[in-house]
Nanobody
Framework: QVQLLESGGGLVQAGGSLRLSCAASGGTFSTYPMGWFRQAPGKEREFVVAVSWSGASTDYVDSVKGRFTISRDNPKNTVYLQMNSLKPEDTAVYYC??????????????????WGQGTQVTVSS
């Protein structure tokens, strides 16, 4: 059983930066494709970014390209989301997710097997 714990959320002004972390325990982290999703009040959970299990490939939703960067540190069992130039529309609960071992990157929430509890990101204008 894989457990994921996000941290790093908070309140930031527009234009500011935050770095989210997602620490994994259980399983073999280096084999899992990882993703970040977000959910704003009244909206469906939205794909943000994914990284392959090797870290060699990434995929971003258009709205965050050039502003967000995903990375993973396999020895530390952690995936990061660096968020720069934040906008009020980035406000949401951010979730990290892990897919099945050695799977390709995925953008649909239903393709992920494990989820963290989420961390709130609020961007004020």
């Amino acid at each position: 059983q894989v457990q994921l714990l996000e941290s790093g959320g908070g309140l930031v002004q527009a234009g500011g930066s935050l770095r989210l972390s997602c620490a994994a325990s259980g399983g073999t982290f280096s084999t899992y494709p990882m993703g970040w999703f977000r959910q704003a009040p009244g909206k469906e959970r939205e794909f943000v970014v994914a990284v392959s299990w090797s870290g060699a490939s990434t995929d971003y939703v258009d709205s965050v390209k050039g502003r967000f960067t995903i990375s993973r540190d396999n020895p530390k069992n952690t995936v990061y989301l660096q968020m720069n130039s934040l906008k009020p529309e980035d406000t949401a609960v951010y979730y990290c997710a892990a897919g099945r071992p050695f799977a390709t990157m995925m953008i649909r929430p239903r393709d992920y097997d494990y989820w963290g509890q989420g961390t709130q990101v609020t961007v004020s204008s």
